[in-house]
């Protein structure tokens, strides 16, 4: 029997990057209905970044800085320029806008930095302390915090805030908050800033965990958008439940023989599950 | 989606037989017939890939055009068919056909199976259900590979890697092409028969709006299955071309990119329209080969389609072959004049 | 013959339909009310869209609750409704067969079916015109024709009158008239035309609250002076 402990250490901030991502997606969707494909290519961006300043000989600890900096420009820049353009169009057409800035974005980075297998290293990375009798790097520690921390900023944020209200009057009803004077398209822009920080921070913090790949970081938004599905997208508590769940089990399978290598599609029978569980009773809305 | 479904085809508009439409085909199989005497190996093999791609991009196209479905995984399900294509012909010494049957069989019940849970709910989780099963599909595929000669239920040859037997009429590489063709020309028909009968008739209901399906007595999700297994079945052939064709399949070949891409081209060539799927074929394969001839990056072409989708989405959902068409209608109605009625 | 017994249904704290009981049995019957009365959720809860809280509905003696919506039409249960469904891309003769092709044919002729019931609504020569190409009136006509093929028994008209031209309006009373006889099923109209419902009804049931005030032949209830009060209004006295 394997000692599940290290993996378990690992799963946590995992599954806090998972947290991270998932939260993004489901603030954005519930502000402006998009479902941001994208997530996950944008926080691999973010990690790029971070790696080149560091590898020109940039200071390491703010390096991840620039990469979250530019990372919320993107996204922000992506949300005004072009998802504004599609906001007229149907739920399916603006997601799969989103997939075609994943593919550009996939496609750019693969141009100027290839598939070489890379690691992003942290300053945190070399701090670390014991608990439970397992070494927990800062960054792992860091990771679990952030993940904690922010879902409970955002949970706050979105429920006592002035700006919060509004987002989530956005969510509900689009063209009735803008008759109500809710500034939709200022409230709209800054849901796409809370979006790409969090994809940038959770890529940073990925790439460093696991690896810096382009492809891999970019399809890591499949456990995130399980966990938002498993949220239903609306319920944060469950978005988050479904992202430590899922990346706990991802870690916790690491070392069971013969299942480890296909632990990946983890987050795949999560939220197909989820998808079960929402339809054991037949619902017909008439509309 | 509005109703737009099949604009700028002829496929079902009237009872009569479409003479026109009817020739112009004829006379490009005919075109196509003696097409490889004209090319080198390399680029008949890559036209060859083209015709399989043809028939994924169809899959995609099908469930798109007649009920507004988005699969990630079909490029994916490409790959399971042409893994059973490959397992029963090597293990079985199965005819060809048998083979690409058997794997458009078994890619559209993986595609079924995985995809019922999201048939009944909203299209955007069917899109979020097929891109996670295009990444289950990558991990399989990547850890096991595809069956090469060997023995054991993956088939792996521990000695030299075997091809895959071409059909008895088409050993070689200019008839497999015609072969290829017409196997796509029948997935054509198969299409049409579907889209002009019960089942299109069904689908155009759907689209119209649920309440007008329901009370025409259509059984929603039933139809919807059929079509998701219709492309599924469509992918697996593909598949199963394509292992024809190249004579293997590699296992790091099926990353669920290749599924996103497969959709975006599908729909920069133009999702309603027939000539879409072979677009989309000509661009996913042809279009790479043709960088790699000019020695640029692979990864431009992705950025160029990322863009294309982007662009086709905002300002052109007819796509590529849509926009042909209404330049060919422009230029007609300019060589008509203004004396005819209005269309 | 339509029973609805004790039908009740609640939209959230609202009362869509208040314990309603009628028999209906006249070929053609009327389903009158201001706004809000109810007739389009009694369709509905015909139509299986809506789910009652409380009572039952059946139609020729059997109770609708097991029927599944999409196998209503099956059973003979069919509409037309105010915004009209009729499919773009299909010719006339294609929204119809959609629709043959999920009922009972007993054993005739598809194609003959659909001509009969496209002669029957007077579109016999406009079978292969797309329906993006027909005007709204034909629209209207198609989705009658569907409603009418394959041995239907109940065919709910939701204000089928809208908008109107005054010969087309005639056509349409002509074949309100001719359907019982056509194809044996029973018409329950919805509108809000006066003079549409007197021309074509035997009885007409009026709705208010999600309750019925009156039922019977139509001029009398017509009279009646709680359905002036309710719908008709009342005329200013010296006026």
Redesign the interface.
């Known amino acids: 029997m394997p000692d599940f402990t290290p993996f378990l250490v690992s799963g946590l901030a995992l599954a806090a990057t998972y947290v991270l991502s998932a939260v993004g997606i489901v603030v954005l969707y519930r502000a402006s209905g998009v479902v941001n494909f994208a997530q996950g290519a944008v926080g691999a961006l973010a990690a790029f970044i971070s790696w080149s300043i560091v590898e020109r000989g940039g200071p390491e600890s703010l390096s991840w800085l620039v990469g979250v900096a530019v990372a919320t420009i993107v996204s922000l820049a992506y949300g005004r320029l072009i998802a504004t353009r599609l906001v007229s169009t149907d739920p399916i057409t603006r997601a799969v806008a989103t997939l075609s800035f994943a593919l550009i974005l996939l496609g750019f980075m693969g141009y100027l930095w290839g598939e070489a297998p890379r690691r992003l290293r942290l300053p945190t990375d070399t701090m670390s302390f014991e608990l439970l009798g397992v070494r927990v790097t800062l960054t792992r520690a860091i990771a679990f915090g952030l993940g904690v921390s922010v879902t409970a900023v955002v949970m706050l944020f979105l429920s006592h805030s002035r700006m919060g209200l509004q987002m989530r009057a956005l969510a509900s009803n689009r063209e009735l908050s803008a008759m109500l004077g809710v500034r939709v398209f200022r409230i709209d822009g800054w849901a796409w800033v809370i979006s790409g920080v969090l994809a940038g921070v959770s890529g940073v913090l990925l790439a460093d965990l696991q690896r810096l790949s382009g492809q891999a970081l970019t399809f890591a938004v499949i456990p995130a958008i399980a966990a938002a599905v498993i949220g239903r997208f609306a319920s944060l508590p469950a978005t988050v439940a479904g992202a430590l769940a899922i990346g706990v089990c991802e870690a916790l399978l690491t070392p069971v023989p013969v299942i480890g290598p296909f632990r990946s599609a983890t987050p795949f029978i999560f939220a197909v599950g989820a998808m079960l569980w929402m339809q054991r009773k037949p619902v017909f809305v008439y509309r | 989606m509005t109703d737009r479904s099949l604009e700028g085809v002829s496929l079902a508009v009237s009872s009569r037989l479409p003479f026109r439409e009817i020739a112009l085909c004829a006379g490009a199989l005919a075109a196509l017939y003696f097409l490889p005497s004209f090319l080198t190996g390399y680029w008949l093999r890559v036209l060859i890939s083209v015709a399989a791609l043809v028939v994924a991009s169809l899959s995609v196209s099908v469930l798109f055009a007649q009920l507004g479905m988005v699969s990630l995984a079909q490029f994916g399900l490409l790959g399971v068919g042409g893994w059973f294509a490959l397992r029963i012909s090597h293990g079985m010494g199965a005819p060809f056909e048998l083979a690409l049957l058997t794997g458009g069989a078994a890619a559209a019940l993986v595609g079924l199976v995985v995809g019922l849970p999201a048939l009944r709910m909203r299209g955007l989780y069917l899109a979020i259900i097929t891109l996670m099963m295009a990444g289950a599909i990558q991990v399989l595929i990547s850890a096991f590979g595809f069956p090469d000669g060997g023995a054991g239920i993956l088939g792996k040859s521990t000695g030299a890697r075997v091809m895959m037997a071409r059909p008895f009429l088409a050993q070689g590489d200019p008839a497999y092409f015609r072969y290829a063709v017409v196997i796509a020309a029948l997935c054509y028909l198969l299409v049409l028969a579907h889209v002009r009968g019960r089942p299109g008739r069904a689908w155009a209901m759907i689209r119209r709006g649920e309440v007008c399906a329901l009370a025409g007595g259509v059984h929603i999700v039933a139809y919807k299955v059929w079509a998701f297994a219709l492309a599924g079945f469509l992918a697996g052939i593909a598949g199963g071309l394509l292992a024809g064709g190249v004579g293997q399949l590699d296992g790091s070949a099926f990353p669920a990119s290749q599924s996103i891409m497969l959709f975006a081209l599908t729909i920069v060539g133009g999702a309603y329209s027939s000539f879409g799927p072979i677009i989309a074929g000509l661009l996913l394969r042809a279009f790479p080969a043709l960088l790699n001839e000019l020695h640029v990056d692979g990864n431009i072409a992705t950025m160029v389609f990322g863009v294309g989708l982007l662009h086709a989405l905002m300002t052109a959902p007819q796509g590529i072959a849509g926009q042909l068409g209404d330049a060919f209608r422009a230029v007609g109605k300019f060589f008509k004049g203004n004396g005819g009625t209005a269309a | 013959m339509i029973e609805i017994d004790d039908l009740t249904v609640l939209f959230g704290g609202v009362r869509g339909l208040n314990a309603l009981t009628a028999n209906l049995p006249e070929p053609i019957t009327g389903l009158v009310g201001p706004n809000g009365a109810g007739k389009t959720t009694l369709i509905?809860v015909l139509?299986?869209?809506?789910r009652p809280a409380n009572g039952s509905v059946s139609v020729d003696g059997k109770d609708l609750k097991g029927i599944p919506?999409?196998?209503?039409?099956?059973f003979g249960i069919?509409?037309t409704?105010q915004n009209e469904?009729?499919?773009?891309?299909?010719?006339a003769?294609?929204n119809v067969?959609?629709?043959l092709?999920?009922?009972p044919t007993d054993g005739q002729p598809r194609r003959a079916l659909i001509a009969r019931a496209l002669e029957f609504v007077g579109l016999g020569a406009r079978a292969?015109v797309?329906g993006r190409n027909l005007n709204a009136y034909e629209r209207r006509m198609v989705e009658i024709a569907?409603a009418t093929v394959g041995s239907p028994r109940l065919i709910m008209m939701d204000e089928p009158g809208a908008g109107l031209a005054q010969d087309e309006s005639e056509h349409l009373r002509q074949i309100i008239r001719n359907v019982h006889s056509y194809c044996g099923a029973q018409v329950l109209l919805v509108d809000h035309d006066v003079d549409l419902i007197s021309a074509t009804c035997a009885a007409t049931l009026v709705l208010d609250f999600g309750s019925s005030i009156a039922y019977g032949p139509t001029p009398d209830v017509l009279a009646d002076p709680k359905v002036r009060i309710a719908y008709l209004g009342v005329a200013e006295e010296g006026v």
């Open positions: 509905n139509s299986g869209f809506i919506i999409h196998k209503r039409a099956a069919r509409r409704f469904q009729v499919v773009e891309n299909l010719s003769a294609d067969a959609a629709v092709d999920n009922v292969d797309l569907r």
